[in-house]
Structure formats: C-alpha cells, structure tokens
C-alpha cells in the first residue's frame, strides 16, 4: 500500500487523517488497548479541547486543567484494555476526568470557580457590536453559572454543554437517573432567573 505525502505531510500525517476520518472511538480504544501510538494521537486530537474546557470548568485553573489532561489520556493509554464499551467513549473520558478534577479538587483550598474563562472566539462574519453582545452574554451565563452549586454546575455543563444525555450523565456522576433529572430541573431553573436578573 502506498501513501501519497505532501511536501510538508508524514506517513504519520497521512494515516493520522485517514484515521480519523474513519475509525470511530470504540475501534480507537481497542487499538490502544495493543498499544497503537497513532491511535491514541487520534483520540487525543478529537478530545481534548472537549475534556480541557470540561477540567477548566471544574477546577477553575488552566494550569491544573493542563496537567489533569494529560493525566486522563495517560490513564487512557493505561487502561485501555478495561474499557467494556458499555458506555460511549466521551462518557468513559468525562468520567476518567470528573475523578481526576474532584481528586484535584479535594487537594486545593481555593476551590473557586474562576470567573474570568475566556469567551469563545467570535465568529469572523460578526461587527464588533455582535461580538461584543456574544462576549457579554457569555459573560453573564458563565456568572450565574458560578452561583449554581457545584452538583448543580455538572449537571448543567454536562447535559448542555456536552450534550449528555440524563442516562450518560448519572453514569458520569455515579447517581441514580432521578437524582439527575431532579438537580437538572432545579439548576436549569436558578441559572435561568440569575440569567434574566435586571444589571445592577
């Protein structure tokens, strides 16, 4: 079999694309699982920005959300061979990295929820009256976000943000379906009203 490179492409490269066009995340564990380098690259490369802005979330720091990253692919890349597919890939990474960010957390004092995270690029096509409106709302949502407790912020990142759903959420957090559904209602139901608060 041969590989067409461009001038500035590698092998690497080229199978890295053609991996990750193709070979879904439950193919990917199974070839870490024997030790497959290229394949860990791969789902490293599609997760990560997901599972740091996740950590960031959780523990507030960039610093330590950099390095409880790296320790949830290394625990990957170790465990591996466990992973029983009874549940999505991003479901058994979120898990791996909600351990690591409350063990992280249980180790810090200052366990605040930094308020200054960064808004999201603003898209090209926006004036810079739109993208001033975006920033301002995401500011506002991210500060009721930090009102919420953190039982309730998880809930609310994880089903919003990550999409999760009720059943893949109460896996991730290891509580009961109901307990879910019921924090679910009441943070979606304060976050809303501290959304709509008139500024002072």
Not at 108 to 123: F, H, K, N
Not at 143 to 166: F, N
Request: proline share 2%; glycine share 4%.
């Amino acid at each position: 079999m041969s590989i067409a490179l461009s001038r500035s492409g590698t092998v690497a490269g080229a199978v890295l694309a053609r991996a990750t066009a193709s070979d879904s995340n439950q193919m990917l564990v199974e070839r870490i699982a024997v030790g497959d380098k290229l394949a860990m690259q791969v789902l490293f490369a599609r997760h990560r920005t997901a599972i740091y802005r996740w950590l960031c979330r959780l523990v507030g720091n960039e610093t330590v959300a950099e390095d409880l990253l790296s320790d949830v692919f290394f625990d990957v890349w170790r465990q591996a061979g466990r992973f029983e597919g009874r549940s999505a890939v991003t479901t058994w990474l979120l898990s791996i990295a909600r351990f690591k960010a409350l063990s992280a957390r249980r180790r810090r004092t200052d366990v605040e929820l930094d308020e200054t995270i960064e808004t999201t690029v603003a898209d090209c096509a926006d004036n810079a009256e739109v993208a001033l409106e975006k920033k301002h709302q995401g500011e506002m949502l991210r500060g009721a976000l930090t009102k919420l407790s953190p039982e309730h912020r998880e809930i609310i990142d994880l089903v919003y943000y990550h999409e999760k759903s009720v059943d893949d959420a109460a896996q991730i957090l290891s509580i009961p379906s109901a307990t879910v559904k019921t924090r679910m209602f009441y943070a979606a139901r304060s976050w809303l009203s501290w959304c709509r608060e008139p500024e002072s």
